[in-house]
């Protein structure tokens, strides 16, 4: 029989309970103490706590403020708490904690219930939003998997969350883990998963797309919609019921809402993919160049573009960029059919076996083996051997067992092709595709990439005629010239499709004829002629030789809009201009672009040459825009068609937009058969009509269908043929009575 305890038994079993309970929260405090001074590993500062750090990507944005892409190591950008749908917050907190709004950063609460599920074979989290939101800022590892470190890292989230609680609002709190979770595929914060898996922003996710999101949180990859769509359905199903438990959401919204399918508009995080991937690494790489010579730093730190969340302002607009690719796309598909139908019954690499060589050399296949101290017999042996590879095709990346030497022999007959536009007036760029895929082919060919010009040089040649008192309607016979130059061999170019007999420099001109062209670079020589073009932008050598006239040198695309915007701006040469301004992520304007500007030539001289060009395209070789594709606008432009049909060029000038566009194999060796398919009346001028119609039809584009004003002061130049002729006859009508003929 058990002996009842006495009073005092009693009171000291309860002094003993009580000393272990004040001595368990005094080693509990003294261990929370412990952890909030760093003893079980580094506790952020209060400095680290009002500044917290995360990788954030760099927005690059159209003039219009769309997002044309990022840089990032985490795909990652900010958004504030107003720009959030209420249909996010909703979901979040119904899900992840319900008392959000009223604890102080720990919801003691649900922390114990957790206990008393485990006891029942039940797993329940017992994070708080804040303390998520800790872990996500200030854990580099993540959640430990050690289950002892676990428990260290729970208290330091409480530490963390209660000083997050401390200095910051709910809706701040809240804000901040948003923009911090990891969404999967590359999408980190609510704004990049709204336009990653919905193609929207943030404010304009509806209640079942925010719990698709706030669902994935549950398990990336488990409840990921691209990877998973039945879980994430019946995931997002769970997140409305709680919806609906928090109200957050009615009975009958649910009802509505849980029958729907995903719609999912996903689009991949990769700087391969999405709108101008060229201009975007052109871009990056001038914005590295622009900060570092001017010194703009991070508190003397230099920006790091993939991490420090800067937002670049473009003068792209973005519908134009859209359709500029989709005019390359769509045209170039047909073009290399015509390409590879040329060749039929002849054998494209017979004697080339020199380019096949370098083809090799140059490709990262053969910089690998090499680097792997490979031989270059052990290497070819491997370049003989067929391999599972990705080709590009036009319907697409196509796996296949190739060898690889053939690979390099396909990439060779390839058409190439690049274009740019940009507002003359300003220098804007507003469209720019440096190659027909990022993915495949990363050099650029807009600025990086020279390319013999060919017959879009004669302009140039023409302007300094003109400039020098020659009219347009001059009649010179259309015959061979020869141009002696001392020390150098005697020149006299070629030519094909000769117009018989005298024509006006106008229809020499409109008609693209070489030997009326090398007579004026006869008349006018050419020092002064490389030296105009020089004037109008063009950076690349261009030799002092007869030769020029023809195009006998290279430029870049980037370079010769730039020129011809000199025709179209009155006489003015504005540089070509692609950053508006470079803020950093608290909206500072670290960069602000002015404009560049030099007068290259006489308005007066440059007008008429806009009469001139527009008689390429009314009655000459730019005909075709006209009569096949109907772009019944003032136009002017200039075709060109280098030697062996190696590059086809076509450029446009309107009053409001320049453009240019070029065409071509990688390497020069390989070209059309005939100049009927390789000329850039075919193979470069339907692209820019394939851009240019939807660029008119487009009523939020302020593209202006005006002709070219007239200098104020009047023309002096006669460009008027009828008026010329009338002219010449009445001034020799009057020579003859003064003669007395």
Not at 117 to 124: P, S
Not at 184 to 201: D, L, M, P
Not at 482 to 495: K, L
Not at 561 to 578: C, D, E, I, R
Request: glycine share 8%.
């Amino acid at each position: 029989m058990n002996k009842p305890l006495t009073q005092e038994e009693i009171r000291k079993y309860n002094r003993r309970i009580w000393k272990v309970l004040i001595g368990g929260l005094v080693l509990f405090a003294l261990f929370i103490v412990a952890i909030s001074f760093g003893v079980f590993g580094d506790i952020p500062s209060f400095r680290a706590i009002e500044h917290p750090k995360s990788n954030e990507a760099t927005e690059i944005l159209s003039e219009d403020g769309k997002v044309l892409g990022t840089y990032f190591v985490k795909n990652r950008s900010n958004v504030n708490y107003n720009q959030i749908s209420p249909n996010v917050i909703n979901a979040l907190i119904a899900t992840e904690d319900v008392r959000f709004r009223s604890h102080s950063g720990i919801d003691f609460k649900r922390t114990f219930t957790i206990f008393l599920y485990a006891m029942i074979g039940k797993k329940q989290g017992g994070s708080t939003i804040t303390q998520q939101l800790a872990l996500n800022l200030f854990s580099e590892e993540g959640r430990q998997k050690n289950y002892l470190k676990r428990i260290i890292q729970k208290f330091q989230e409480w530490v963390i969350a209660v000083k997050l609680e401390r200095n910051y609002t709910k809706e701040e709190i809240i804000t901040m883990y948003l923009n911090t979770v990891d969404f999967g595929n590359q999408a980190y914060g609510i704004k990049s998963a709204a336009r990653v898996y919905f193609n929207t922003t943030p404010d304009k996710l509806t209640v079942p797309q925010a719990a698709v999101l706030v669902g994935i949180q549950r398990g990336i990859t488990r409840y990921s919609p691209t990877k998973n769509p039945e879980r994430a359905l019946a995931r997002r199903n769970t997140v409305m019921a709680l919806m609906v438990k928090a109200d957050f959401l009615t009975q009958e919204q649910f009802d509505q809402e849980k029958d729907k399918a995903l719609n999912l508009q996903f689009t991949a995080a990769t700087t391969n993919d999405g709108v101008a991937p060229y201009f975007r690494a052109v871009l990056k790489a001038e914005v590295k160049k622009l900060l570092d010579e001017r010194s703009i730093t991070k508190n003397g730190v230099p920006y790091d573009l993939d991490r420090d969340g800067l937002k670049i302002t473009t003068t792209i607009n973005y519908d134009m960029q859209v359709y500029a690719e989709q005019a390359q796309k769509e045209y170039m598909k047909q073009l290399q059919a015509q390409f590879i139908a040329s060749w039929k019954g002849r054998n494209p690499f017979k004697g080339m076996e020199m380019q096949i060589d370098q083809g090799v050399k140059r490709s990262d296949r053969y910089k690998a083996l090499k680097l792997e101290g490979k031989s270059d017999e052990e290497i070819m042996q491997d370049f003989n051997t067929p391999s599972k590879l990705t080709i590009f095709t036009w319907k697409g990346n196509l796996d296949t067992l190739m060898k690889p030497i053939d690979s390099v022999k396909y990439y060779k007959l390839l058409l190439r092709n690049a274009m740019m536009s940009m507002d003359p007036k300003t220098g804007y760029i507003k469209a720019w595709v440096g190659g027909i895929n990022f993915e495949h082919f990363k050099y650029d060919q807009v600025k990086m990439g020279t390319r013999q010009v060919g017959s879009t040089a004669k302009p140039f040649t023409y302007a300094v005629a003109i400039e020098n008192g020659y009219s347009p309607c001059l009649t010179v016979p259309n015959e061979p010239v020869t141009i002696s130059t001392p020390g150098s061999p005697d020149w006299t170019p070629r030519s094909s499709g000769t117009l018989p007999g005298s024509i006006t420099l106008q229809k020499a001109l409109a008609y693209s004829q070489n030997y009326v062209t090398a007579y004026l670079m006869k008349q006018v020589g050419p020092t002064a002629v490389a030296t105009e073009i020089k004037k109008m932008g063009i950076t690349s050598d261009v030799p002092v030789v007869p030769s020029i006239c023809l195009g006998s040198f290279d430029a870049s695309i980037y370079d010769m809009v730039g020129a011809y915007g000199v025709f179209a701006n009155k006489g003015v040469w504005t540089q070509p201009t692609y950053i508006l301004k470079i803020e950093d992520k608290n909206g500072v304007v670290l960069y602000d672009s002015k404009p560049i500007i030099k007068v290259a030539m006489n308005e007066e001289v440059a007008y008429v040459m806009t009469r001139m060009l527009r008689g390429v395209v009314t009655g000459g070789t730019g005909y075709r825009l006209i009569g096949r594709y109907g772009v019944n606008v003032p136009t002017g432009g200039k075709t060109g068609t280098t030697q062996n049909n190696s590059d086809g060029w076509f450029m446009s000038i309107t009053p409001d937009l320049v453009t240019g566009v070029w065409t071509g194999c990688e390497d020069r060796a390989f070209h059309f058969t005939s100049t009927r398919d390789g000329e850039g009346a075919n193979s470069a001028l339907p692209i820019y009509a394939g851009f240019i119609k939807k660029v008119y039809a487009n009523p939020n584009i302020k593209i202006s269908k005006a002709d070219f004003e007239p200098p104020k002061n009047g023309v002096s130049i006669v460009f008027d043929c009828n008026q010329y002729q009338q002219q010449q006859e009445q001034g020799t009508t009057e020579l003859d009575k003064k003669l007395g003929f």
